[in-house]
């Protein structure tokens, strides 16, 4: 009996081990991406993590290892140039076997322009990329998230040189492939050489501030609102489907149960935030207006535009006026920021302060990386407001 239980085991772990060796070769950005693929191919296989969780994603060399993981890959799917612009040319040089899909362009995905200077007041959004104004949760379904009209039919696949995989039929008829080597991406014009903002009256922000951005004229951390992550699910699990048609099946039930998982964790943070709701917060820097809009809790400002761009002395001035004027509460800032500048602003004003981390630096990769990253900034957004 001992016999056959071991010889059963051996053959699960031997179809096991083929699943994973059939598998397509799959290489992700950021973690928190890393772990929308990772639970899109539970069963199958697993993704490649290029850029290491606690690293930034602005301005990273690559190790041998992670270009070894590009060049071997079928598919890679990234953010966007906007987020990591230096990243665009590994891809062309080492990515060109491979399906590149940059998810910041997928169709359905929400995108907002930069905010200039070091004060916030109500959105207004009316420049976002994405005419979904309705961010109702109910009824979630995989083709219909009822927030945002999500359409599924064209989700801007880049190609790097290799044929057309022909698509079945998953509810995502035309992927819309594009030649990697083309002269325009069908992104929007990034010329920042010549600031076109410069015509508007930005108050008393400083000009400056503009060039801090990562690259582009929209925020690229964009997996900060659960839809968008939400909205990839659907495209991670169509490109899949089209490399590695096999296992198709899983990747569209994959994508069905990760999307329901989706909506549980949009309800729990909503819960979670009603009690600090109109809590008035600045944060390090700008990047979080992408969950300030899925949840509507509007920051009051950044302490530093961009990812790139230390905070000018004006400012830092500005943030700490409306710091102690409106009786701001919380301060959020990052691991990876200079402590001192936090405390600088804090001076003389009765607020907390607390560490959020939208990148999962601190967390294992995998596929609950995600839930766990909006959760542990949730918490600590609502201990720093409370």
Not at 59 to 85: K, M, N
Request: aromatic residues 6%; negative net charge.
């Amino acid at each position: 009996m001992s016999r056959n239980i071991l010889s059963l085991s051996v053959i699960s772990l031997g179809i096991g081990s083929a699943a994973f060796a059939d598998a397509p070769k799959v290489a992700v950005d950021i973690a928190p991406v890393h772990a929308l693929v990772a639970r899109v191919m539970e069963g199958v296989g697993a993704p490649d993590l290029i850029i290491p969780a606690g690293a930034s994603p602005h301005s990273y060399a690559l190790r041998p290892s992670e270009a070894a993981a590009i060049e071997g890959s079928d598919l890679v799917f990234w953010v966007g140039e906007d987020l990591t612009p230096w990243l665009e040319d590994a891809l062309e040089t080492l990515a060109q076997n491979a399906a590149v899909i940059s998810l910041g362009q997928s169709d359905g995905t929400t995108r907002l322009p930069f905010r200039e200077g070091a004060l916030f007041e109500a959105h207004d959004h009316d420049h976002e990329e994405h005419g979904h104004e309705d961010h109702g949760h109910e009824e979630h379904g995989h083709e219909d998230h009822g927030h945002e009209e999500h359409g599924h039919e064209d989700h801007g696949h880049e190609k790097h040189g290799h044929e057309d995989h022909g698509h079945e039929e998953h509810g995502h008829e035309d992927h819309g492939h594009e030649k990697h080597g083309h002269e325009d991406h069908g992104h929007e014009e990034h010329g920042h050489d010549d600031h076109d903002h410069a015509d508007h009256d930005h108050g008393h922000e400083d000009h400056d501030d503009h060039a801090g951005h990562a690259h582009g004229d929209f925020d690229p951390h964009l997996w900060l609102s659960p839809y968008n992550a939400q909205n990839w699910l659907s495209v991670i699990a169509a490109q899949l489907s089209a490399s590695d048609p096999d296992h198709a099946g899983i990747y569209a039930a994959n994508a069905r149960d990760a999307v329901a998982e989706m909506d549980q964790l949009i309800s729990d943070i909503e819960q979670a935030l009603a009690p600090v709701r109109g809590g008035r917060f600045v944060a390090f820097h700008d990047a979080y207006q992408y969950f300030e809009t899925a949840f509507d809790m509007p920051a009051s400002g950044a302490i530093s535009l961009g990812d790139a761009a230390d905070p000018s002395p004006a400012r830092i001035s500005e943030i700490q006026e409306r710091v102690r004027r409106e009786e701001i509460t919380c301060v959020l800032s990052e691991p990876q920021f200079d402590p001192s500048l936090v405390a600088t602003v804090m001076d003389g004003a009765a607020a907390k302060t607390a560490v959020i981390d939208p990148l999962g630096a601190d967390l294992n990769i995998g596929p609950a990386l995600y839930g766990q990253m909006m959760r542990n900034l949730t918490a600590a957004l609502v201990a720093c407001l409370s």
